[in-house]
C-alpha cells in the first residue's frame, strides 16, 4: 500500500513499476483507492502483488486509515522536492502505529531525485528518518525509473520472509488485503523449500497493493 501527501508521485511510481511508463502531462489525483496487480519473478518463485494507491489529501485520511489493518506493508512516499512532504512523514507514520498490524512491513521512500536542482531533502534526512524508526530507506525517480523494480521487490523480499514465518491461518486471503504473498511455485519446488526452511505455504497466490490516479510529477 502507498502513503504519503498528494502529489509525491505515489501512483506514478506504481504505473513506472506495473507498466514502465512514466504518466508527465494529463494526470488525475487519486481519489480515495485504487490498486493494480503485478507478478514478479522473486528468488525461486513468482509473487503476485497486488499494490494499492492512496490519496493524499487531508479529506481522504479516514477512507485511508481503514484499509491499514489489512496491509501487509506499506510504502511511505516523500517528495524530495518539498520538505512539507517529508515532515508529515511522522503523522503518516502514527497513523500507521494506530491502525495498522504490528506485522506491517515499512519502507521509507523519498522520490524525485530526478529533480536534483530542486532538491529540499538531503539522503542523509531520510536516513536518519528511517533508523529512528526502524524501517527501510530508499531513493527512487517514477521519472527515470531509478530504484523503483527495486524498492517494490525489496518490500517482496521482507513479505516473503515475514509470511512464511506467520501460521497458516493467518496467511489465508481476505477480500479487502492490500499486500498479500501468493506461491506459484511447482509442487516440486514447493516441497523442497518447506524442507529447507522448515515453514509452508497455503494458497494459491501471490503479494498485493494498490494503485491508481493521480501523478503529480
Given at each position: 500500500m502507498l502513503l504519503g501527501d498528494s502529489c509525491t508521485g505515489k501512483t506514478c511510481l506504481l504505473i513506472r513499476f506495473k507498466d514502465n511508463t512514466f504518466m508527465n502531462n494529463n494526470f488525475i489525483s487519486t481519489v480515495g483507492i485504487d490498486f493494480r496487480n503485478k507478478l514478479v519473478d522473486l528468488d525461486r518463485c513468482k509473487v503476485k502483488l497486488q499494490i494499492w494507491d492512496t490519496a493524499g489529501q487531508e479529506r481522504f485520511r479516514s477512507l485511508t486509515a481503514s484499509y491499514y489493518r489489512d496491509a501487509d506493508a506499506l510504502l511511505l512516499v516523500y517528495d524530495v522536492t518539498?520538505?512539507?512532504?517529508?515532515?508529515?512523514?511522522?503523522?503518516?507514520?502514527?497513523?500507521v502505529k494506530e491502525y495498522a498490524k504490528e506485522s506491517v512491513q515499512l519502507i521509507l521512500v523519498g522520490n524525485k531525485t530526478d529533480l536534483a536542482s530542486e532538491r529540499k531533502v538531503r539522503p542523509e534526512e531520510g536516513r536518519q528518518l528511517a533508523q529512528a524508526y526502524n524501517i527501510g530507506f530508499m531513493e527512487t525517480s517514477a521519472k527515470s525509473g531509478h530504484n523503483v523494480h527495486e524498492v517494490f521487490l525489496e518490500l517482496s523480499r521482507r513479505l516473503v520472509r515475514t509470511t512464511a514465518q506467520r501460521p497458516a491461518a493467518e496467511n489465508g486471503r481476505g477480500a479487502s488485503d492490500a499486500l498479500k504473498l501468493i506461491d506459484e511455485r511447482e509442487p516440486y519446488q514447493h516441497q523442497q523449500q518447506q524442507q529447507e526452511a522448515g515453514w509452508s505455504w497455503t494458497g494459491a497466490g501471490g503479494l498485493v497493493g494498490k494503485g491508481g490516479a493521480q501523478c503529480c510529477g
Open positions: 518539498k520538505r512539507s512532504s517529508f515532515d508529515n512523514i511522522r503523522d503518516w507514520l502514527a497513523q
